[in-house]
């Protein structure tokens, strides 16, 4: 049984079609790209997902459960948890409060804990800047912190949406570093991604979206020796 | 309510029904210039030189002990307009609304607090008189009336508000005038349009040459309660840290798991506990109360917000003492017919030179 299964999944903004049926699967264990130029529908299939906007037809099982039209708590709580598009922190809070946050469908405290040296292992930069106002963060340590605070939740599945974009090169290599270091600890990554070198290159399996509907799919190798994928997405 | 909506309605409508509307976000923009920023501060000062220049021979001749008098009455009606303040700024704060049946809330919170002053457990009347005795019972008033009042503000937002949280923001505001008349309708079917008393419970001694009042003392001392209570449970509790992420990012927020209907009904039942334990205070201080008390006190409350930043609950407690001060110098110094003009002429006044208020959010936004 797959992790998350979407099947033909439909949505839109108003008038507006932004998924035509997009039917995809995230199996345990592994790192899912989703690449895509602008407006494809990355970010609407994530929030798609995350129940902050229903599908207007198909269906979406995690773990074997229909969550199409679950709320986002509840989607919180069964396990998916995302770092969105623009990082969205709580940029008035601290960035010890913001993590804090990230763990706020879970109630043991010592296994919070652990989870926050875990994340402080992970991005000791954050841990040196405990206790400042994210909204002052630099965008890289704002990334960082956008992603401490999505595994906070301790998630089955980590949805991470562009978590490269606008970061120095180095910061970029670091960023997908660890990302590989998290799906290494144990979690699925579903990883939306415009820099399609590096994310098929950490990916197990990739989509390639293009106006609300997949055109491609294999295994990040095969999409990154795909002609198609070459001319389109990696510039070649 | 008197004829003041029209005109409110229409400036709020220009400035798309909130402060964050076109108007206030180019106003923000000019701020942000150094130069702007100067006037600001030269137009600050220089009122305030005036105004202090007026002032100081009116207080010198009045005398030191008038003075504190004043002091003391600005104090304790600061301390009501904080109450009510801070549930406009929470409500705005989460959901960008300007809840003009807010200050009936705070009216309603008076009104249900009658009928529970005389009960087969205790009776609160001028004849029992005040004593240690009223202690208790007064407080068990105050927690009735609060929860209760909280629930109808719940059932409020649930009905006249949450279908409209993806309409235009004008809508809820017009949905928020209609509260008002509805509630004031209510409470003028049940009591009808006459000032009622409100029972002189509690205790008038006085102190420091006549200048405090027990009663200022004890309405100080019940605000400030309240407010400790609050900034606690906003600050320590997790549905209060909830509140303050949805406040901050709703999308955010519930990506982590806020069920954030949930956090705004809290918001609004924290919002009405506080407001109707301004209304009781009220009654206790002035000793009268009447169905249309809640729009001029409200509109007065807001004022208050704004000044201190709205959408902070610092600020609009700080904003709440510093209008009292304000109002109660302009009664005792110079003429209280004016009060109402001096109040909104610092509303429009902050709105233009200084839309975030005295402590307006100081952090970027996104
Ligand atoms: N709130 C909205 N209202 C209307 N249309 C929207 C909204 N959000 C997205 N869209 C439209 O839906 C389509 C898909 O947008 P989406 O944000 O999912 O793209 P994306 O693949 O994430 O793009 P990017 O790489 O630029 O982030 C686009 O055509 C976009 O204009
Ligand atoms: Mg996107």
Not at chain 1, 10 to 25: H, K, P, T
Not at chain 1, 120 to 135: C, S, V
Not at chain 2, 100 to 117: C, E, M, R
Not at chain 2, 158 to 173: D, I, K, S
Request: charged content about 15%; aromatic content about 8%.
């Amino acid at each position: 049984m797959a992790l998350l299964e979407l099947e033909g999944v439909e949505a839109s903004y108003g008038r507006i079609r932004a998924l035509r049926g997009i039917s995809l699967v995230a199996e345990k264990g592994e790192i899912v790209a989703l690449i895509g130029s602008n407006g494809a529908g990355k970010t609407t299939t994530l929030r798609t997902i995350s129940g902050l906007m229903h599908p207007a037809a198909g269906s979406i099982v995690f773990n074997g459960k229909h969550i199409t039209n679950e709320a986002p708590d509840r989607i919180v709580q069964l396990g998916i948890c995302q770092s969105p598009e623009g990082r969205r922190l709580f940029t008035r809070m601290t960035v010890v409060d913001n993590l804090r946050m990230g763990a706020y469908t879970r109630s043991n405290a010592g296994e919070i804990k652990k989870d926050m040296d875990r994340v402080f292992e992970l991005f000791p930069r954050l841990k040196e800047r405990r206790n400042q106002i994210a909204g002052t963060l630099s965008g890289g340590e704002q990334q960082m912190c956008a992603m401490g605070r999505a595994l906070m939740a301790k998630p089955k599945l980590l949805m991470l949406d562009e978590p490269s974009l606008g970061l120095s090169p180095i910061l970029v290599e670091t960023i997908f570093d660890i990302v590989r270091e998290i799906n290494a600890q144990g979690t699925p990554v579903l990883l939306v991604e415009q820099n399609a070198h590096k994310a098929l290159e950490i990916a197990n399996r990739g989509y390639v979206l293009e106006t609300g509907a997949i055109v491609q799919t294999g295994t990040g190798k095969e999409l990154l020796e795909s002609a198609e994928v070459q001319k389109a997405y990696l510039g070649m | 309510m008197g004829g003041g909506f029209g005109p409110l309605l229409s400036f709020l409508a220009t400035t798309r029904g909130g402060l964050d509307g076109h108007l206030v976000g180019a106003l923000r923009k000019a701020r942000s210039s150094v130069q702007s920023s100067l006037v600001t501060r030269v137009i600050g000062i220089a009122l305030a030189a005036v105004v202090i220049i007026y002032l100081s021979p009116k207080v010198y001749a009045l005398g030191p002990s008038y003075f504190l008098r004043i002091v003391a009455v600005g104090v304790a009606l600061g301390a009501i307009y904080a109450l009510i303040a801070i549930g406009y700024t929470m409500v705005y704060g989460i959901v960008e609304l300007i809840n003009f049946a807010h200050g009936d809330v705070f009216t309603l919170g008076a009104f249900i607090s009658l009928p529970l002053l005389v009960t087969p457990f205790w009776h609160l009347t001028e004849e029992t008189g005040g004593g240690w005795g009223i202690v208790l019972p007064l407080i068990a008033v105050f927690l009735i009336v609060m929860l209760i009042t909280g629930l109808i503000n719940v059932g409020i937002e649930r009905v006249a508000y949450r279908p409209l949280r993806n309409a235009p923001r004008l809508a809820p505001l017009i949905t928020a005038v209609g509260v008002s008349f509805f509630l004031e309708g209510v409470m003028y079917l049940w009591k009808g349009a006459v000032n009622l008393h409100y029972p002189d419970l509690l205790p008038s001694n006085r102190f420091v040459g006549g200048t405090f009042s027990a009663k200022d003392v004890i309405v100080i001392v019940a605000a400030v309660i309240l407010v400790a209570g609050l900034a606690f449970f906003v600050n320590q509790t997790k549905l209060g840290k909830a509140m303050r992420a949805t406040a901050q990012d709703r999308d955010a927020a519930r990506l982590m798991g806020i069920n954030i209907d949930r956090t705004i009904s809290a918001t609004f039942f924290i919002g009405a506990v506080l407001a109707a334990a301004g209304g009781i205070t009220y009654g206790l201080y002035i000793n009268s109360v009447n169905n249309g008390l809640g729009f001029p006190i409200g509109l007065v409350a807001f004022t208050a917000a704004v000044f201190g930043g709205i959408g902070n609950i610092p600020g609009a407690a700080l904003g709440g003492l510093i209008i009292g001060l304000i109002r109660a110098t302009n009664d005792g110094y110079v003429d209280p017919q004016w009060t109402d003009v001096v109040t909104f002429a610092i509303l429009i006044l902050v709105l233009t030179l200084r839309p975030t208020g005295l402590l307006g959010m100081r952090v970027p936004e996104k």
